[in-house]
């Protein structure tokens, strides 16, 4: 079996259909997180079952040929989406920090209030920031690239020295445009996944596990699977963990780097339970030697390292 090629088309998101909360941002952010959750829920159940669902999510790199044993690097980020997902930021990285770990957090420079000065001391104990829009209406890729490359501007400016060069798009929405936009400014981009579990569709992604070049950026795909998926597919802790342990074996057989997204937003990995779940894969993680967990600013490099495709402008 051939590996996983990554194509242009999944980098764009060119099979993406513009979702309606792209149109009229108020339903992605005033909808009440219990209601949030019950559509997405829903949405997630008329996907076909659960079962098929993962089993597809696990049959992409079923057939890869392994990679050549060294151990893989891991790399955790978090999208801080709201104000009161920064409020909880502290107890997530408190998480890592017990296992001796740090992690790369994607901000919404615009949209709540947060202060450099804040985060400074996280950054001393070894996180680190990027940018994840300005306001995260969820309309940035459906923006002329002018607009999406002033908009990254303005954030990484608002950032300023605590910038690491990564970027993550909100909700994983891209476009030929989006790229165009953040080609001069971002350093390493997180906005695909490998094939997504469940959004913006089943499938959705780079169609590849590994770091790409695209222009002067590097591409690392988000290659295990996001927390708002299997939230929304209401797996319980055991079902949570078999499924990321599942990928991240594979991941580690075929050469490929983890990349994990969690948020620390309402309804997300927001409560003690989920950040102890969080923390369980964590603990099985560090005592693996196929997986190397640096801090985020040393992955950072490495991924640089590993992109050694080029993707056609
Ligand atoms: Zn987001």
């Known amino acids: ?164 060069g990564a970027f993550r798009a909100p909700a994983f929405l891209r476009s030929a445009s989006l790229y165009a936009g953040i080609a001069s400014r971002v350093r390493i981009d997180f906005s695909t996944n490998d094939a997504a579990l469940v959004w913006p569709h089943p499938g959705d992604g780079l169609g590849s596990p590994f770091p790409v070049r695209y222009r002067r950026m590097v591409v690392a795909p988000t290659t295990l699977p996001r927390d708002g998926e299997l939230l929304a597919l209401g797996l319980d802790r055991d079902a949570t963990l078999d499924v990321c342990r599942r990928k991240a074996t594979q991941l580690a057989r075929v050469g490929a780097p983890l990349v994990m997204l969690t948020h620390p937003d309402p309804t997300f990995t927001d409560t003690t339970a989920r950040m102890e779940t969080y923390g369980d894969f964590l603990a099985w993680l560090k005592s693996d030697i196929r997986f190397r967990l640096l801090s985020p600013a040393e992955t950072l490099a490495e991924l640089n390292v590993r992109a050694t495709v080029e993707l056609a402008a």
């Open 1 to 164: 079996m051939r590996a996983p090629a990554p194509t242009l088309a999944g980098l764009h998101g060119c099979d993406q259909t513009r979702p309606l909360y792209s149109r009229f941002s108020a339903l992605y952010f005033r909808t009440p997180a219990w209601l949030k959750r019950a559509a997405r829920s829903a949405f997630a159940s008329r996907q076909g079952r659960l079962d098929g669902l993962i089993a597809r999510y696990l049959a992409f790199l079923e057939g890869a040929p392994a990679g050549d044993g060294r151990p893989v690097p891991a790399l955790l980020t978090h999208d801080v989406d709201t104000a009161a997902g920064l409020a909880t930021l502290p107890r997530l990285l408190a998480v890592e920090e017990g296992l001796g770990l740090a992690s790369l957090t994607f901000l919404v420079t615009h949209r709540y209030r947060w202060e450099r000065a804040a985060l400074a001391p996280l950054r001393e104990r070894g996180h680190a920031f990027g940018v994840h829009d300005t306001t995260h209406d969820n309309r940035l890729a459906y923006l002329p690239p002018a607009d999406v490359e002033s908009r990254i501007r303005r954030a990484q400016e608002a950032l300023g020295p605590l910038d690491s």
